[in-house]
């Protein structure tokens, strides 16, 4: 099982599931890692990017 995921995955799994435990069920990691995946990379989670789109809504 290859457990080394590479920007461009992690960048769309990301940006294709809505929530955090979603993208981090479907590539068989859990949620703190795919978190410490996105902060390495530089990635925005889909949690924090509903919480900036919440937030500039708002005004």
Known sequence: MNRGFDQDT?????????????ASR???ITLRS???LCMKFGIETPYAK???QIATSRG
Do not use: P
Not at 10 to 22: F, P
């Open 50 to 52: 509903r919480r900036r």
């Open 34 to 36: 795919f978190s410490r």
């Open 26 to 28: 479907a590539l068989g």
């Open 10 to 22: 992690i960048e769309r799994v990301a940006r294709v599931y809505r929530s955090n435990g979603d």
